[in-house]
C-alpha cells in the first residue's frame, strides 16, 4: 500500500496556529496575520486554487487536539493545513470571487475582519510555498488554469518507493475496486475468516502432504516458479484488497503499480484518498491487503482440493508468511500505517523525538508532541517500545553476521549463477531461471541494507551538520513537512 506524496503542513508551524487559547487560528487577531507594511496585491491580482488540487476536508478521528485539514496536489502530495487555510482555499477554489470577496466572505465565516492583505498574507506566505495557490490577474486566470500545477519543494523521503511505474492506471482500478468492494460486507467477511480458521486447522493436520510438497519443489525447478508466480499474483492481489476497502469506504482509489522500495521490487496502490475516511474506514484499508491475501489462501488450498499438488499448500504458506510479514508496525509496512492510523498521526516517525521528549515531565512538551491528544501520544510510546527494538535490533543482528554471511553468500552467488548459464546451455530453461533467481533473492538483503545504512548515514550527517536539537524535538522548521 502506498498513500501518494507526503504529507506537508502549510499554517500550522506558523503564527496562525500557534495562539493560545487551543491554537485555533480563527482567533488570531488579523493585524497579526496581515502587519500594515504587507502590501495587497495590486489591482486586478488574485489567487487561483492550483490546478488538480483536491480539498478532501478535515482528517476526522486524528490524534491532534484539533484536527487538521487535508489538501491534496495534483501530484498526489497530500498538505495538512489549518481549518482557516482551508476555509479561504474553499472560498478561492470558486474563481469568480475576487480577492476582496474572498476577504468579505471569510470575515462573515469567521466573525472577525479579515482584510485583502491578510487573505494575501496567507495566500503568499502559507499556500504559495507549499504550490496550493497560484498568484495572477484576473484576466490571465483561465491561462494560469491551463499551466500545469506549481512546482513546490519536495521534502527528501528516506525510505520512499522510487522509479514507480503504473500497471493499472485510476480508471481500471476504480471498476476493479468498485467490483471488489462486497468481499468487505460484514457478513462475507466472518465467512471468510471463519473459512480461513477452518482451512488453517486442516492445513496443519497435513504434515504428510506438505513433506511431499517440499519434496516436489526441490526436485523439480517449474514448481519453483510456478510458487514464484503465484507469490507475485498475491501481490497483486493484495493491493487490489487495499483499493477495494477504500472503494468500500466511500474513496476512489488511485493507480495500481509497481516501485523499487531500496532495492526490493514491490507492488503499491495509491490510497491516499483514504485519509478523508472515517478512522474505522481507514483501519479497514490498512487491513484491506491481508484480507484480500486470505482469499488468496484459501483459493489456493481450494486448487490443491481439486488437483492435489502438494507444492499448493506450501505456496498457501507463503502467501501467509508474506502476509503476516506485511503486518509488522516497521518502515512502510501495513502494519505501520495501522498503527499510524489507530494514532491518528500520518507521520509517526517524526514524532518520536518530540513524544520521548514530552516525557521529561520536568521540562515543557515540544510543539509537536504537546498538539498531539493523550491517546494518540500514548499509541506512539507503544510503538516506539515494540518497533524500535525490532528494527534496532534486526539490524544489529545482520550487520553483526555480515562478515561470516558475506563470503559465503558471494560463493553461493556464485555457484547458483554458473548453474543458471549451464543449465541454460543444456536446455533446462526452468532450472536456470530458478537458479537466476536465486541469485537475486541472496544478493537482495545485503544490497538493500547496505543501501539503507548508506542513505541513514547521509541523513545522519546532515541532520548532525545543522544541530542535533531537531532530532529530539526542538523548533520545528521546513522540517515539518513529515512522511507518512
Ligand atoms: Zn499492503
Same mark, same amino acid.
Given at each position: 500500500?502506498? $498513500?501518494?506524496?507526503?504529507?506537508?503542513?502549510?499554517?500550522?508551524?506558523?503564527?496562525?496556529?500557534?495562539?493560545?487559547?487551543?491554537?485555533?487560528?480563527?482567533?488570531?487577531?488579523?493585524?497579526?496575520?496581515?502587519?500594515?507594511?504587507?502590501?495587497?496585491?495590486?489591482?486586478?491580482?488574485?489567487?487561483?486554487?492550483?490546478?488538480?488540487?483536491?480539498?478532501?476536508?478535515?482528517?476526522?478521528?486524528?490524534?491532534?487536539?484539533?484536527?487538521?485539514?487535508?489538501?491534496?496536489?495534483?501530484?498526489?502530495?497530500?498538505?495538512?493545513?489549518?481549518?482557516?487555510?482551508?476555509?479561504?482555499?474553499?472560498?478561492?477554489?470558486?474563481? &469568480?470571487?475576487?480577492?476582496?470577496?474572498?476577504?468579505?466572505?471569510?470575515?462573515?465565516?469567521?466573525? $472577525?475582519?479579515?482584510?485583502?492583505?491578510?487573505?494575501?498574507?496567507?495566500?503568499?506566505?502559507? =499556500?504559495?510555498?507549499?504550490?496550493?495557490?497560484?498568484?495572477?490577474?484576473?484576466?490571465?486566470?483561465?491561462?494560469?488554469?491551463?499551466?500545469?500545477?506549481?512546482?513546490?519543494?519536495?521534502?527528501?523521503?528516506?525510505?520512499? =518507493?522510487?522509479?514507480?511505474?503504473?500497471?493499472?492506471?485510476?480508471?481500471?482500478?476504480?471498476?476493479?475496486?468498485?467490483?471488489?468492494?462486497?468481499?468487505?460486507?460484514?457478513?462475507?467477511?466472518?465467512?471468510?475468516?471463519?473459512?480461513?480458521?477452518?482451512?488453517?486447522?486442516?492445513?496443519?493436520?497435513?504434515?504428510?502432504?506438505?513433506?511431499?510438497?517440499?519434496?516436489?519443489?526441490?526436485?523439480?525447478?517449474?514448481? !519453483?516458479?510456478?510458487?514464484?508466480?503465484?507469490?507475485?499474483?498475491?501481490?497483486?492481489?493484495?493491493?487490489?484488497?487495499?483499493?477495494?476497502?477504500?472503494?468500500?469506504?466511500?474513496?476512489?482509489?488511485?493507480?495500481?503499480?509497481?516501485?523499487?522500495?531500496?532495492?526490493?521490487?514491490?507492488?503499491?496502490?495509491?490510497?491516499?484518498?483514504?485519509?478523508?475516511?472515517? $478512522?474505522?474506514?481507514?483501519?479497514?484499508?490498512?487491513?484491506?491487503?491481508?484480507?484480500?491475501?486470505?482469499?488468496?489462501?484459501?483459493?489456493?488450498?481450494?486448487?490443491?482440493?481439486?488437483?492435489?499438488?502438494?507444492?499448493?499448500?506450501?505456496?498457501?504458506?507463503?502467501?501467509?508468511?508474506?502476509?503476516?510479514?506485511?503486518?509488522?508496525?516497521?518502515?512502510?509496512?501495513?502494519?505501520?500505517?495501522?498503527?499510524?492510523?489507530?494514532?491518528? !498521526?500520518?507521520?509517526?516517525?517524526?514524532?518520536?523525538?518530540?513524544?520521548?521528549?514530552?516525557?521529561?515531565?520536568?521540562?515543557?512538551?515540544?510543539?509537536?508532541?504537546?498538539?498531539?491528544?493523550?491517546?494518540?501520544?500514548?499509541?506512539?510510546?507503544?510503538?516506539?517500545?515494540?518497533?524500535?527494538?525490532?528494527?534496532?535490533?534486526?539490524?544489529?543482528?545482520?550487520?553483526?553476521?555480515?562478515?561470516?554471511?558475506?563470503?559465503? &553468500?558471494? &560463493?553461493?552467488?556464485?555457484?547458483?549463477?554458473?548453474?543458471?548459464?549451464?543449465?541454460?546451455?543444456?536446455?533446462?530453461?526452468?532450472?536456470?531461471?530458478?537458479?537466476?533467481?536465486?541469485? !537475486?533473492?541472496?544478493?537482495?538483503?545485503?544490497?538493500? !541494507?547496505?543501501?539503507?545504512?548508506?542513505?541513514?548515514?547521509?541523513?545522519?550527517? $546532515?541532520?548532525?551538520?545543522?544541530?542535533?536539537?531537531? =532530532?529530539?524535538?526542538?523548533?520545528?522548521?521546513?522540517?515539518?513537512?513529515?512522511?507518512?
Amino acid at each position: 500500500m502506498s $498513500r501518494a506524496g507526503d504529507v506537508s503542513r502549510a499554517g500550522l508551524d506558523g503564527r496562525l496556529g500557534g495562539q493560545a487559547g487551543g491554537g485555533d487560528p480563527a482567533s488570531a487577531p488579523c493585524g497579526e496575520c496581515a502587519p500594515a507594511e504587507r502590501a495587497a496585491p495590486g489591482a486586478g491580482g488574485r489567487w487561483l486554487v492550483a490546478p488538480g488540487v483536491e480539498l478532501l476536508g478535515e482528517y476526522s478521528g486524528s490524534g491532534f487536539k484539533e484536527n487538521p485539514y487535508l489538501v491534496r496536489r495534483a501530484d498526489g502530495r497530500m498538505v495538512q493545513v489549518s481549518r482557516l487555510l482551508y476555509h479561504v482555499l474553499v472560498l478561492l477554489a470558486d474563481d &469568480t470571487r475576487s480577492t476582496q470577496a474572498v476577504a468579505l466572505a471569510a470575515s462573515w465565516n469567521w466573525g $472577525r475582519r479579515l482584510g485583502v492583505a491578510d487573505v494575501d498574507f496567507l495566500a503568499r506566505s502559507k =499556500l504559495l510555498p507549499v504550490g496550493l495557490v497560484l498568484e495572477g490577474s484576473a484576466d490571465r486566470a483561465g491561462e494560469l488554469l491551463q499551466q500545469g500545477p506549481p512546482a513546490a519543494a519536495a521534502p527528501g523521503v528516506l525510505f520512499a =518507493l522510487r522509479h514507480k511505474v503504473t500497471l493499472l492506471g485510476r480508471k481500471r482500478v476504480r471498476f476493479l475496486a468498485w467490483l471488489l468492494s462486497p468481499w468487505f460486507t460484514p457478513a462475507m467477511v466472518v465467512a471468510v475468516l471463519g473459512c480461513l480458521g477452518f482451512g488453517e486447522a486442516w492445513l496443519f493436520g497435513q504434515g504428510h502432504a506438505l513433506y511431499l510438497g517440499v519434496h516436489d519443489l526441490l526436485a523439480n525447478p517449474v514448481l !519453483v516458479l510456478a510458487t514464484f508466480a503465484i507469490l507475485v499474483a498475491s501481490g497483486g492481489l493484495h493491493e487490489l484488497g487495499h483499493a477495494a476497502a477504500c472503494r468500500y469506504g466511500g474513496a476512489d482509489p488511485g493507480a495500481i503499480g509497481i516501485g523499487l522500495y531500496l532495492v526490493w521490487p514491490v507492488f503499491f496502490s495509491d490510497v491516499t484518498s483514504s485519509y478523508a475516511l472515517s $478512522r474505522r474506514s481507514r483501519v479497514r484499508v490498512d487491513l484491506g491487503g491481508v484480507y484480500f491475501n486470505c482469499l488468496g489462501v484459501l483459493a489456493t488450498l481450494g486448487a490443491y482440493q481439486a488437483w492435489h499438488a502438494p507444492f499448493l499448500l506450501i505456496a498457501a504458506l507463503v502467501q501467509e508468511a508474506a502476509a503476516l510479514q506485511q503486518l509488522m508496525p516497521v518502515l512502510r509496512l501495513d502494519g505501520y500505517y495501522l498503527v499510524a492510523d489507530l494514532a491518528g !498521526v500520518p507521520d509517526l516517525y517524526a514524532r518520536i523525538g518530540p513524544v520521548l521528549a514530552s516525557l521529561r515531565f520536568w521540562s515543557p512538551a515540544p510543539r509537536r508532541a504537546a498538539e498531539l491528544c493523550v491517546r494518540a501520544r500514548a499509541i506512539i510510546v507503544a510503538w516506539v517500545a515494540v518497533a524500535v527494538p525490532i528494527m534496532l535490533g534486526g539490524l544489529g543482528i545482520f550487520v553483526a553476521s555480515l562478515p561470516r554471511v558475506a563470503p559465503e &553468500t558471494a &560463493t553461493s552467488v556464485g555457484g547458483h549463477a554458473e548453474l543458471a548459464y549451464h543449465a541454460m546451455l543444456a536446455g533446462h530453461p526452468a532450472l536456470s531461471a530458478v537458479s537466476a533467481l536465486d541469485v !537475486v533473492v541472496l544478493m537482495l538483503p545485503i544490497a538493500g !541494507v547496505s543501501l539503507g545504512l548508506a542513505r541513514t548515514g547521509r541523513l545522519a550527517g $546532515r541532520l548532525a551538520l545543522r544541530g542535533a536539537g531537531s =532530532l529530539v524535538g526542538g523548533p520545528s522548521r521546513r522540517s515539518a513537512q513529515v512522511p507518512t
